[in-house]
């Protein structure tokens, strides 16, 4: 410090030289000293530039390996090491500024000393320490402070790095930095103020002056960058519910979940729910399996309060674990099982990725639907996993085709059925009608534009006058999202005797006991046809397409082809057509009851025993894993 104020003093004495006023030296000092760091500050321009130019990288790297600090950290390393950019080049500017900052204090100082040197600046004495004197001087920590702040604006708004902060530490630095220059301009003399709010001044000037010199937008890929930042911050956003917090009950049950699961070595069937409702999908395989082999059955799903819970208590061969949404991202990188089965489609494509602890997992697809993969899944959805159990042979034309079409590698694709269909078909049989009146069921999609938005009223009003009981079963989110509609709804035909509103959804005896159901894209029309066998009007609005390239394969969705062969359908601006075509249906119930049944043969694999082919499967696939092991 001693050496450096030395060579301080000489500046500064040179600048008093020129000038002859102190306050115009301490400017000219100011003003040398951004001068001869020009080469620092190009340097820490370059390195800033680099380090947002390696974010996109970064940030793709964070979602691949999302929950992995410890890899995360040693990939970020490599690439750091890579490209050769030094993390801790963006402190070396404060460093300069705080080292010339403390020599500054004692050059001024020893300027006040000197007896030969005027601290006269239009009228200011440099000498004087506001909070010493107070007065009119309480404008120096003013302006030092009003400096900072035009600095700071500054930096968030063109600084290279600064702009990639979070907003929470933009704002941050700004106000750590007013609050101290307020703090330095009240304790320290004028004229350590000047040279603060002269420095801060001249690095706005560098700053443009940088930018212009070395344009970051010539290096940087902010389109990719934006991207990676937008796709980054809704994988952290997943789960986020404000109620799960660290310390709670459920983050401790998690946290203590994710542990026993991973302290199981040899972990052979991993099956994963999202959430309590999709169990019924597995059911038939898992009972199978837990009935007929030793197998243990580890269950994970990300509700909590999913009924998985109590049927373990039952099965000492069935595990159940609850991960959340964000911590299954982790879990699923780390998954070290023989088979993986899922409903959940889009594996890889977004946050839940292939296991890369081991690479010879299978992945199993169960749908969770009937109808048409290609039109209802994104562009891809099926790709990554290695085996799909197929409801028909619609389905697995539609795999093929598509694997034809882009190349891709042949999956397994095992002729399966459709479990929930056989439980459908069994409790249907086992049913016995309440009722013997004509029932019709309006059972809306929640897709846009569906019936409940486009025509619901005029249907009910087209049929409220016939002698028929009428029920609307909402689809939940209608319930959930459209409360006063569908209390306006109840309250409109509040008289009519005929027209039911049901906003419960725990029992089927609705859809069970119904003579026709009128819908529009809904996957409930496939349940109803195929479990009673009874005919479908479908309502033709605007169809729901998940994949916009479904038309590059050769082959009609079901979706489209279901509508004319289990019913028939009517478009938006032929509703005073429903009356006489549900009265049709009706009198046809026998011709629709054949043509149904044959159908579902058609188009449905191994009716009531796709439970014994889906884990017949897992079991063989089981068995030829572990020879191969063993070999």
């Not at 019936?451 to 087209?462: F, P």
Request: hydrophobic fraction near 40%; proline fraction near 4%.
């Amino acid at each position: 410090m001693k050496i450096l104020v030395n060579i301080l003093t000489w500046i500064m004495s040179g600048c008093y030289f020129l000038v002859n006023n102190y306050g115009f030296a301490i400017i000219l000092f100011t003003l040398l000293s951004k001068i001869i760091l020009l080469p620092v500050s190009v340097w820490v321009q370059k390195n800033s530039i680099k380090m947002v130019k390696m974010q996109p990288e970064i940030n793709y790297m964070k979602i691949r390996l999302f929950g992995d600090k410890d890899l995360i950290a040693e990939e970020q390393a490599k690439i750091f090491k890579r490209e050769k950019y030094n993390p801790f080049a963006s402190v070396v500017p404060m460093i300069l500024q705080i080292l010339l900052l403390l020599g500054v204090i004692e050059v001024i100082k020893a300027g006040i000393g000197d007896p030969e040197i005027s601290m006269d600046f239009f009228g200011i004495d440099l000498s004087l320490v506001p909070s010493e004197k107070g007065g009119m001087l309480i404008f120096s920590p003013v302006i030092a402070g009003v400096s900072a702040w035009l600095l700071g604006v500054a930096q968030n708004a063109a600084n290279v790095l600064q702009m990639e902060q979070s907003k929470r530490s933009q704002y941050g630095v700004l106000i750590f930095s007013v609050a101290l220059s307020l703090w330095l301009g009240w304790f320290v003399p004028v004229g350590v103020a000047v040279y603060w709010t002269a420095s801060n001044l001249f690095a706005i000037v560098l700053l443009f002056a940088l930018n212009i010199a070395i344009n970051p937008g010539k290096y940087i890929d902010y389109e990719k960058l934006n991207d990676s930042k937008q796709k980054l911050s809704e994988l952290e956003g997943i789960g986020k519910t404000g109620k799960n917090s660290f310390g709670s009950v459920l983050a401790r049950r998690e946290r203590a979940d994710y542990k026993r699961f991973f302290s199981v070595v040899n972990k052979h069937v991993v099956f994963y729910s999202e959430g309590s409702g999709f169990y019924k999908y597995y059911r038939g395989i898992i009972e199978y399996l837990l009935s007929r082999t030793n197998i243990i059955i580890h269950y994970i799903t990300s509700d909590p309060d999913d009924n998985i819970f109590q049927l373990e208590k039952s099965n000492s061969r069935l595990k159940a674990y609850y991960i959340g949404e964000k911590r299954l991202i982790t879990m699923m990188m780390k998954m070290d099982a023989d088979i993986v089965v899922m409903t959940m489609p889009d594996l890889d494509n977004f946050h839940i990725k292939r296991s890369y602890v081991r690479d010879d997992i299978e992945y199993i697809y169960i749908p969770h639907g009937m109808d048409s993969l290609n039109l209802t899944m994104r562009t891809g959805s099926m790709n990554h996993y290695d085996t799909v159990f197929c409801v028909g042979k619609h389905q697995k034309e539609e795999i093929e085709k598509t694997e034809a079409v882009y190349d891709l590698p042949q999956k397994k694709l095992v002729e399966w059925g459709y479990g929930l269909l056989d439980d459908m078909k069994e409790s249907y049989s086992a049913h016995s009608s309440g009722s013997k009146e004509t029932t019709i069921l309006i059972a809306p999609s929640w897709q846009p534009d569906n019936i409940v938005d486009s025509c619901l009223e005029e249907i009910l009003d087209s049929l409220v006058h016939r002698p028929y009981q009428i029920i609307v079963r909402p689809h939940p989110q209608h319930v959930r999202q459209k409360k006063v509609f569908m209390n306006s709804l109840k309250q409109k035909y509040s008289n009519r005797d005929n027209i039911e509103i049901q906003t419960d959804f725990s029992s089927n005896q609705t859809v069970f006991e119904a003579d026709v159901m009128i819908t529009d894209w809904s996957g409930i029309a496939y349940e109803y046809a195929y479990t009673t066998e009874k005919p479908v009007l479908f309502i033709n609005t605007p169809m729901k397409v998940m994949n916009p390239e479904y038309n590059k394969i050769d082959t009609v969705p079901l979706n489209i082809l279901l509508r004319e062969e289990i019913g028939c359908s009517l478009n938006l601006d032929e509703m005073g057509k429903i009356p006489e075509t549900v009265d049709r249906l009706i009198k046809m119930q026998s011709f629709y009851k054949e043509r149904i049944h044959s159908f579902v043969e058609e188009y449905v694999y191994n009716p009531g025993s796709s439970a014994e082919t889906g884990a017949g499967y897992i079991i063989s696939s089981l068995q030829e894993k572990i020879a191969k092991r063993r070999k």
